[in-house]
């Protein structure tokens, strides 16, 4: 089973400031196989990126996602009041899916 | 537009079973396989298992073989999960997904309303 390990678990930032977020696999994910989900509180969570660093349909440019192998990362070019939330990666290239502990990006 | 819509809460004591649906709108919808994610409160989403709504084959994951069936009916667009012997850390948000991707490689692009499964004595 691959685990995915994100850091920070959370990230204290302020509206306009660039957002940074890791996805670290302890084996190569196939094919690239790696996405990116928004989740608010009470709410399902939101697919924002799939394969790596294709953004899903109707999610804002400031929303960027790379990487290959085992290290991925998701950025936010400039943080929206909307954008506090948490963060979750999930690998798609190997059984079981798996999905990591997620990091939350706060209001400083 | 594309929407699942889950049935409501449920408490369930300790051995019971839990049946949630899925109702799937605005695509067609035996065109996608559905899977089925749960969160228990404070962690991460845990991936349980998908169904191909075109031909009912279904793959669990195998921390829920033996205790989860899912299942569809065509005619309403509805999926179905199952999930038996219910014990106190089943007690989870579960959330019906679109499948995007090969079936057994796969991403969720829309997600169902979730449903709160409560499992206490």
């Known amino acids: 089973e691959i685990v995915l390990t994100q850091s920070p678990g959370t990230l204290s930032l302020s509206p306009g400031e660039r957002a940074t977020l890791s996805c670290r696999a302890s084996?190569?994910?196939?094919?690239?196989?790696l996405a990116w989900y928004q989740q608010k509180p009470g709410q399902a969570p939101r697919l924002l990126i799939s394969?790596?660093?294709s953004r899903a349909t109707g999610i804002p440019d400031r929303f960027s996602g790379s990487g290959y192998g085992t290290d991925f990362t998701l950025s936010i070019s400039r943080l929206e009041p909307e954008d506090f939330a948490v963060y979750y990666c999930?690998?798609?290239?190997?059984?079981?899916?798996?999905f990591g502990g997620g990091t939350k990006v706060e209001i400083k | 537009q594309v929407q699942l819509v889950q049935s409501g809460a449920e408490v369930k004591k300790p051995g019971a079973s839990v049946s949630v649906s899925c109702k799937a709108s605005?695509?067609?919808?035996?065109?996608?396989?559905i899977s089925w994610v749960r969160q228990a409160p404070g962690q991460g989403p845990e991936y349980m298992g998908w169904?191909?709504?075109?031909?009912?084959?279904?793959n669990y994951e195998e921390k829920f073989q033996g205790r989860v069936t899912m299942t569809t009916d065509t005619s309403t667009s509805t999926a179905y999960m199952e999930l038996t012997s219910l014990r106190s850390d089943d007690t989870a948000v579960y959330y019906c997904?679109?499948?995007?991707?090969?079936?057994?490689?796969?991403?969720?692009?829309?997600w169902g309303t979730g449903t709160t499964v409560t499992v206490s004595s």
């Open positions: 997904a679109r499948v995007r991707g090969n079936y057994h490689y796969h991403y969720m692009d829309v």
């Open positions: 605005g695509y067609t919808f035996t065109s996608y396989a």
């Open positions: 169904m191909n709504i075109y031909n009912a084959h279904t």
């Open positions: 084996q190569k994910v196939s094919s690239s196989y």
């Open positions: 394969g790596a660093s």
């Open positions: 999930q690998q798609y290239g190997s059984s079981p899916l798996t």
